[in-house]
């Protein structure tokens, strides 16, 4: 059997971003269907096209929103407890990739033209980047995603 991890870097060879990558290989078990979780972080890879917060981080706190997220406004307990395991998740996800920002973890900002051909010629995208969704979804089992 396909572990998550080689799942999600599969979709992620396969032109989905870091985003989907990592928020496919969970979503279903959290009763999200894989169209709609994919649909829903397209916009979130490269850091948000701006070189900010890596899209693996932010399929990541998606999947951490799907089990722990809170949806009654009055219930502040679930709300902290979500918070509280986002920030579990980001403290791990810095641990093994020092910083939770794209540009940084690349060294240089896609955001930009000339970032972007830099991060192809030196094929970021298949080393750095599929390092960085793997650490994501490896993380999120850890934790018991």
Do not use: P, W
């Not at 032109?15 to 279903?28: D, K, P, R, W």
């Amino acid at each position: 059997m396909e572990s998550k991890k080689d799942k999600a870097l599969a979709r992620f060879g396969k032109g989905f971003n870091c985003a989907q990558a990592v928020i496919s290989v969970f979503c279903e078990k959290y009763s999200m269907d894989l169209e709609t979780a994919l649909k829903i972080s397209c916009g979130l890879g490269a850091g948000m096209r701006s070189g900010e917060v890596c899209g693996a981080v932010s399929g990541a706190v998606l999947v951490v929103g799907l089990k722990y997220g809170h949806h009654i406004a009055e219930d502040k307990e679930s709300k902290a407890n979500c918070y509280a395991r986002t920030e579990e998740f980001l403290n791990e996800f810095r641990k093994k990739d020092k910083t939770i920002i794209c540009r940084d973890i690349l060294g240089v900002d896609i955001s930009t033209e000339d970032g972007r051909k830099q991060a192809q010629d030196r094929d970021f995208f298949s080393t750095i980047c599929n390092n960085v969704v793997g650490n994501a979804v490896t993380i999120l089992e850890e934790l018991g995603y």
